[in-house]
Nanobody
Framework: ELVESGGGFVQPGGSLRLSCTAS????????VAWFRQAPGNEREAISC???????YLRESVQDRFTISRDNAKNTVFLQMNLLRPEDTARYYC??????????????????????WGQGTQVTVSS
């Protein structure tokens, strides 16, 4: 089971750190991705970290978001800085027992990930 936390309401330019904590599975052998979905939009992948800590970040967040993992806590983090209103969405973490699918957002079909959390809402507004 994956559980996300850390979402909330923040003003533009603010920061949030999302956490994805696992139970029943040890994340250090899994690729873990963050997806987001805004109302009326498709779910999109924004970041992934592999078991060997190689990372993928969607181009629109590369200079603002950072993904990392703490294996001792069985948790993956998404640090989000300089948040924009267009970052408003429900954020989900997902895991797969393999590497990250690639370095193109087109490679991140949600069906490639076998475990999903329920999501955490991020709202960026003034």
């Amino acid at each position: 089971e994956l559980v996300e936390s850390g979402g909330g309401f923040v003003q533009p330019g603010g920061s949030l750190r999302l956490s994805c904590t696992a139970s029943g599975v040890t994340l250090d052998s899994y690729a873990v991705a963050w997806f987001r979905q805004a109302p009326g939009n498709e779910r999109e992948a924004i970041s992934c970290i592999s078991p060997i800590n190689t990372t993928y970040l969607r181009e629109s967040v590369q200079d603002r978001f950072t993904i990392s993992r703490d294996n001792a806590k069985n948790t993956v983090f998404l640090q989000m800085n300089l948040l924009r209103p267009e970052d408003t969405a429900r954020y989900y973490c997902a895991a797969r027992d393999s590497q990250c699918p690639g370095r193109s957002s087109a490679a991140y079909g949600p069906e490639l990930f076998t475990s999903w959390g329920q999501g955490t809402q991020v709202t960026v507004s003034s």
